[in-house]
């Protein structure tokens, strides 16, 4: 059976996005984004919100932005090779290919979506992350702490939450940004 792993990248006080949205802050340098890029490799199927669906949507065409650093384009490799599934009510239609769109989250469909698959699924986006996060589908956790405080904003856990984890790897970077790996 394969993994459904939540991964994000994270400010020191827990939030992937600020107040006002903004998210720059956590920009991954060459060597960060190479090490997600090897933790993304066996990802077969990625689950987003219509929100992180929208920030993803660029590897879609990203392999053709003019001096496209050779990370950029190996992530947009891994992105375009994996299928997509996006939820969202307000979304028309999906711009993506290998992507389809889901009005609602349904657990039990996730689940037989783990059952059946051969490669890790991935949940992107802390609303969607909560929901899965409930339905107790999370296997493994992958958190990128920034060194940043931001002091609110989008969190990136959902509240009412509670799970024991093991601590399975760390990873500190040259930039201060530690790498976590947990199992639930």
Request: proline share 5%.
């Amino acid at each position: 059976m394969a993994k459904l792993i939540y991964s994000a990248i994270t400010s020191l006080d827990g939030y992937v996005a600020d107040t006002d949205g903004r998210f720059d802050w956590a920009a991954p340098d060459e060597q960060v984004h190479a090490f997600v890029n090897d933790l993304e490799r066996p990802v077969g199927t990625y689950l987003y919100g219509r929100r992180m669906y929208d920030v993803m949507r660029y590897w879609e065409t990203a392999h053709t932005e003019p001096d496209q650093p050779p990370v950029g384009l190996d992530f947009a490799r891994i992105w375009q090779a994996a299928d997509k599934v996006v939820y969202s009510t307000s979304l028309d239609e999906v711009t993506t290919t290998r992507t389809r769109l889901e009005r609602r989250f349904d657990p039990d469909t996730v689940r037989a979506l783990k059952e059946g698959a051969t490669r890790d699924i991935s949940v992107g986006g802390p609303g969607l992350a909560a929901e899965v996060l409930r339905a107790g589908l999370v296997d493994e956790c992958h958190v990128f702490v920034n060194p940043v405080v931001v002091g609110g904003g989008t969190a990136f856990l959902p509240q009412g939450v509670r799970s024991d984890l093991e601590l399975l790897d760390e990873h500190r970077f040259g930039n201060g940004v530690v790498h976590l790996h947990y199992s639930f």
